[in-house]
């Protein structure tokens, strides 16, 4: 039997090798550093409420393939409907707000945002998104009085 | 070591600190969590991409969520189970075949190379204690694997990541460390 001390030896022994072996890659360090500079302090989150990945095998979507993964997001009296394709390293992303509504919308992702439109059923669709995570802010429409609504963050 | 209470205290104040816009709190966050969530796509074996992605989307909802954490004094377990779910959701989706470890070991060698793996390797300890902990149970190589982030998580932390109760943790890392012992004797 051994005791505390060397349990505790051996597991800072193997701490010391996956430093050593598996460390965390500065670019992703990096990464996380940045990601505070994406937090909005004025909009409304999205929450994700059904992913076509989670738990059905069959509607993955696998990088460099064609299939459609189908995801939804709600917040309050609003749905966001979105379907992702591939297509080679590329994603398609097509979208509707339900109920429809004419809005800017904002597709942030690591490299940079890209903006685009609804039209007059809720609809959007932005091509040659790069894979990896993506973040849908849309509005604020004042018109409406409603702020800004933004989803989860979600890998495409 | 800072008693779990201690630890709790100083992450409630650095998620308080961030939430109001405090840059070098969010880098502490950073310092002190990155090891643990990286801990958990190496346990879960993620690929590369895979890995990249779920780390970085971790950190990017703590963003998102960091002014409206219920407690912010759980902030490590937190990103411990949203690391854990994502990783879980990226495994289900790559049905492609996995790069693991081995793998890159493999292309470096037929590529002529050394990878830094087989640098640190040279090392016979170091060599033998790999090889002893990749030859464990899945469930000890991902328990251990998660103990061993660097800084040390706590308990609570490594429960999170694997979805069983705290209490199971200690009697598991006892058996799978008696385990390591026994195959390097």
């Known amino acids: ?25 500065d670019r992703l360090v ?52 979105v379907e992702v394709t591939a297509a080679g390293p590329a994603r398609r992303l097509i979208g509707q707000l339900v109920p429809p509504q004419r809005t800017e919308v904002k597709i942030r992702h690591q490299d940079g945002v890209v903006t685009v439109a609804t039209d007059e059923f809720g609809r959007f669709v932005a091509d040659r998104m790069p894979a990896g995570p993506v973040s849908l802010r849309f509005g604020p429409t004042p018109g409406e009085g409603r702020s800004a609504v933004v989803t989860e963050w979600i890998p495409i | 070591m800072p008693t779990d209470a201690e630890r709790s205290r100083r992450a409630a104040d650095l998620v308080t600190a961030a939430a109001r816009g405090d840059d070098a709190a969010w880098k502490a966050l950073v310092e002190q969590f990155s ?35 219920d407690h912010p004094e759980h902030v490590g377990a937190w990103l411990a189970t949203t690391a854990r779910r994502e990783a879980l959701r990226a495994s289900r989706a790559s049905a492609r075949v996995v790069l693991t470890d081995e793998d890159a070991v493999f292309d470096a060698q037929e590529a002529g190379g050394e990878t830094p793996e087989q640098a640190v390797l ?61 195959k390097l004797a």
């Open chain 1, 1 to 25: 039997m051994h005791d505390e001390p060397d349990d505790a030896r051996l597991e800072e022994e193997l701490r010391e090798l996956a430093a050593r072996l598996e460390p965390v890659p």
């Open chain 1, 30 to 81: 990096q990464a996380a550093l940045d990601a505070y500079a994406w937090r909005t302090i004025d909009a409304e989150l999205a929450e994700l409420t059904f992913d076509s990945l989670a738990g059905h095998e069959e509607a993955a979507l696998v990088r460099g393939q064609q299939q459609e993964r189908l995801l939804s997001f709600r917040a309050s009296g609003l749905t966001i409907e």
């Open chain 2, 35 to 69: 090891g643990l969530i990286w801990s958990v796509t190496r346990a879960y074996r993620l690929g590369s991409a895979d890995a990249a992605d779920v780390f970085q989307i971790t950190w990017l909802r703590l963003a998102e969520h960091i002014g409206r954490l």
């Open chain 2, 122 to 182: 040279r090392s016979e300890r170091a060599d033998q204690l790999w090889r002893a902990f990749r030859t464990l149970p899945a469930r000890c190589q991902l328990l251990l694997r998660l103990l061993m982030a660097t800084p040390p998580p706590s308990y609570t932390e490594v429960a999170a990541a694997l979805d069983r109760p705290v209490g199971s943790i200690g009697p598991t890392r006892a058996r799978c460390l008696r385990l390591l012992r026994e």
